[in-house]
DNA sequence: TAGATTGTTAATCGATTAACAATC
DNA sequence: TAGATTGTTAATCGATTAACAATC
């Protein structure tokens, strides 16, 4: 692998040509060129070899891309067998619905355990998944190194939590918080991604309030 | 307002503007510098107003911009005071979280109606949200005009759903499901913004397993 | 008035697209 | 071999940053 920082708009393409060459290898795909992948994804085939010449040589000319080897390879990329772990914290409904509803396994991660407040969930199994109290939280981090941070918490408890996450050797931390963790001066290193409902949905009302 | 194509880049930040323009009002904050602002939001003073006068222009030389002036038209450009109404198709854990826990009304949104298959669903209320059978979804938006739909149903049902909202007249698609809609093809100009957990956590676990 | 800060024009930087020699 | 398609270098395009006259 190419040592090279790979621009972060390259980065956020990686999950989608995940995705688009796992359907494809799913529908029977065994090859495809540079130039039907960017007519699939809505790319153009400069952009695709150019970003994956950011990782290494994956196609072989007058061919193409092997589909299956080239996801293989981009879920080596992107980390998918590192074996992460995750914990949630906060079992509220997005809580929940992350727990019982996706699926951290087909991303590399195992879900390992749930924090919350509520004396009724704390002790509860969702899902397979043990819900301990928030109080346990840095025990538990200690005891268990964790790769990531779910926040599915409410906004005003998010920086707290942010902290202890961090405080307990998390890698990253994934926001769910309508809110900026500003985490640059803790100097850990620590990476987040926020999943930001509120701004997504005002992006769409830009887009349609401007049409004719 | 001004009439010039808007960058994608700028857009994006549009909502970020709003969120911190209005934590700094609820502060007590009158008015600020652009160059203040950009520090709070880790942007250059320059991108701050390069980024605003693509609306018009809402500052004072010497003086800066009022906070809470300025939230007001990042609202409006927003689109926030345009009266948008919205429904839910898929009261699964994602959608009943959506429905019971997020703030349709802090973005202008009024959430109107929700569907589903499940017999034991339709017909109740959530959050005195009117669940209503799939099969009434059609007639459903010819006689209540909707703005936006969102697809918080499972993948296999996207591509069909998201159909049926642009023939019922939707402006635009706020899809959950973990795939891509295909909606150019459909000369409707409705907008799709996509809210990817699955792409947004993989992004996760490359930043964090390139660490060192 | 003097200092601060805007909106805008120009300069720089980075990302996308095009072109093409290499080669399967 | 001839055709297809790569990886990469060069050209273009767009977005960010810097500079500065205008002015509150």
Redesign the pocket.
């Given at each position: 692998m190419k040592k090279q920082k790979v621009?972060?708009?390259?980065i956020r393409r990686l999950p989608r040509y995940y995705r688009h060459l796992t359907d494809l290898s799913q529908a029977g795909v065994v090859r495809i060129?540079?130039?039907a992948l960017g007519k699939s994804m809505n790319?153009?085939?400069?952009?695709i070899?150019?970003d994956?010449?950011c990782f290494g040589?994956?196609?072989?000319?007058?061919?193409?891309?092997n589909v299956e080897s080239l996801r293989d390879e981009v879920a080596e990329i992107l980390g998918m067998s590192r074996s992460h772990t995750i914990v949630i914290l906060g079992v509220g409904n997005l809580g929940r619905a992350l727990i019982e509803n996706f699926s951290f396994a087909n991303g590399g991660f195992e879900l390992t355990a749930a924090f919350d407040v509520a004396p009724e969930l704390i002790g509860t199994q969702i899902s397979g998944i043990q819900v301990y109290s928030i109080a346990e939280l840095d025990q538990y981090l200690q005891d268990h190194p964790t790769s990531v941070g779910v926040l599915t918490v409410p906004q005003s408890a998010a920086a707290a939590m942010s902290e202890r996450l961090i405080r307990g050797g998390v890698k990253g931390i994934w926001n769910f918080t309508n809110s900026d963790l500003h985490v640059e001066n803790s100097g850990s290193g620590v990476i987040v991604e926020n999943v930001h409902f509120a701004d997504s949905l005002l992006t769409l009302s830009y887009l349609i309030s401007e049409e004719p």
């Open positions: 621009s972060s708009a390259v060129s540079s130039s790319l153009t085939a400069s952009q070899r150019q994956l010449s040589e994956f196609g072989q000319q007058g061919y193409g891309y």
